[in-house]
């Protein structure tokens, strides 16, 4: 059971913006240097969407961003695309080691 | 542009041993970390460990301590995860990735996976 807690799935429509959580004792989340983002398609490698809390590296559309409240990051993604129908990871390192959230489906209405 | 090359798919039997392998292309190969990543089927994403192939340092996440062994070849950029025996729960799709530790600490660069198969 991975320390840092992802909600199961999420789901919006076209053009609407929604909004990811991370939720995780603090120790998990080192610094915000240390929260980073991935977008999974099935059958594919993860993708770095995010890094270092709310950078995006390039060719990341700025659709998406990143942000962190108390022990709680987030992505949010505006803007909704077909194409963002995908499991995103939340992910940081902390103690010498990189821990993964389980996982969250975005489903595209 | 970098590039880490992952070996093929795998079907082995319960007890045999397996080395599989992460090529690097491009630049500063051995300056940076590269991490194992297992992924069981339909499952999230397990981080395993990682190896620095400037000095062949390991990291391991204990849950994973004793069960692989990670290694490296610098004169071919190439970084090896190896089995000793596996299990029918070690069939899972396994990533390398590249791991950057300097000011930001996150996986740029994805191998495509390897998918190994454990069956009798």
């Known amino acids: 059971q991975s320390a840092l807690t992802q909600p199961r799935s999420v789901s919006g429509s076209p053009g609407q913006s929604v909004t990811i959580s991370c939720t995780g004792p603090?120790?998990?989340?080192?610094?915000?240097?240390?929260v980073s983002w991935y977008q999974q398609h099935p059958d594919k490698a993860p993708k770095l969407l995010i890094f270092?809390?709310?950078r995006r590296p390039s060719g990341v559309p700025d659709r998406f961003s990143g942000s962190k409240s108390g022990n709680a990051a987030s992505l949010t993604i505006s803007g909704l695309q077909p194409e963002d129908e995908s499991d995103y990871y939340c992910?940081?390192?902390?103690?010498?080691?990189?821990?993964f959230g389980g996982g969250t489906k975005l489903t595209v209405l | 542009e970098v590039q880490l090359v992952q070996s093929g798919p795998e079907v082995k039997k319960p007890g045999e041993s397996l080395k599989i392998s992460c090529q690097g292309s491009?630049?500063?190969?051995?300056?940076?970390?590269i991490a194992w990543v297992r992924q069981l089927p339909g499952k999230g994403l397990d981080y395993m460990g990682a190896?620095?192939?400037?000095?062949?340092?390991?990291r391991y996440n204990p849950s994973f301590q004793g069960q692989v062994t990670f290694s490296v070849d610098t004169s071919n950029d190439i970084a090896y995860m190896q089995w000793g025996g596996l299990k029918a729960s070690d069939t899972a799709t396994y990533f390398c990735?590249?791991?950057?530790?300097?000011?930001?600490?996150?996986?740029?660069?994805w191998g495509k996976g390897t998918t190994v198969t454990v069956s009798s």
């Open positions: 990735a590249r791991g950057r530790t300097i000011d930001f600490y996150y996986m740029d660069v």
């Open positions: 491009g630049p500063s190969f051995t300056s940076y970390w």
């Open positions: 190896i620095y192939p400037g000095d062949s340092s390991t």
């Open positions: 603090n120790s998990e989340f080192g610094g915000n240097n240390y």
């Open positions: 270092g809390l709310t």
């Open positions: 992910c940081s390192y902390a103690g010498n080691t990189w821990v």
